[in-house]
């Protein structure tokens, strides 16, 4: 690279670096979700004295009335985008009217099994808070009601995949939760007991969130894939990618334990365009250079830190049981880490197997693949920070 080209690329990092500061300052007053992210919804279950069962629900009951459904990551990859969009539009009377039509239809989606016979559910209250600043989803609350039946030992939730995933949980003592899962695709809850608490082992749990953490990653983690794309363009070779994936692993394994056990917390309105900020700086870096520098493990490690933050969001609005918090913990974490090993598996696959001794290598694969990823940060930035729709 010579003097001009390097000169104007160190002047393009520095104004790059002091992205996440400015992210910070704008998502620092933004505490909901964004207008276009997918969140389960969060529904608990709690059997009364009197054989009344309550499911009290969070949930963007706009994405569930348009049916997004739990395959898309961003209601945008959606065919029914456009009726989402203009539900996020209405004051809280139209949206009520506008899910009173709609009501037999969602009440189906939500089922309550007790063995082979299913509980019949009505609506028992339903607050919606006023439209608001719509670059914002607005969370909604709804409390669902039914008879236990005669006899019943057991109950199985599950909740239509049209509507999107959704996280079930059963309040213990102290505010904690006794059980907890997410779920996707409508799959069905494990069976709840109606006395008692739900016995699962810490290898169930474990395996369980395995998987949890494995499907953040793949497919619905885009921009952690994009993060651990970009450290694998910078270069094929093996030594510069291993020191910035082990950084980037003991940094997020950090922050994630620290969060989980309530030392370190950041609302996701500050973390998630902070992590935008952290791919949009790798990829602009991958441009400028083809070698490991000395600041890039300890650049890789602060984004970790935020990147840990991101995961731990997750796993709050899931709730760890308290008596498998470790277990689960452990299982998610290797989770996110063989789904991180499928991105770079992949990469190695597509592009240096076969690519990484060529001349080429650098001019066709990095730079361009670099530009795309640049350009798609940056826009999630100005996205998260709430200065577009």
Known sequence: MNLCCRSIFQALVRVLAIFPLVALG????????????????IVDLTVQDDGTVRLEMSLILEAALAEVGAEHADTDESPNAERYDSLRLLEEEALAAEFERSETRFVEGVRLMAGDERIPLEVETLELDPVGDTDFARLSRMTLTGRLPAGATELVYSFDASFGPSVIRVPGEEGTNSYSAYLDNGSPSAPIPVEGVITMTAGEVFVDYIGIGFTHIVPKGLD???????????????????????????AHSVTLALAMLGVLTLPGSVVEPLIAASILFIAVENLGTDRLTRWRPYVVFIFGLLHGLGFAGVLNEIGLSPAHFASGLLGFNIGVEAGQLAVVAGCYALFGAWFADRPWYRTRITIPLSLAIAAIAAWWVVERTGLVG
């Open 26 to 41: 704008v998502a620092a007053t933004n505490t909901v979700a964004g207008a276009h992210e997918i969140r389960p919804a």
């Open 224 to 250: 952690h894939i994009l993060f651990v794309v970009g450290l694998f363009l910078l270069s094929p070779r093996l030594r510069p990618l291993l020191v910035q994936v082990t950084a980037f692993t003991v």
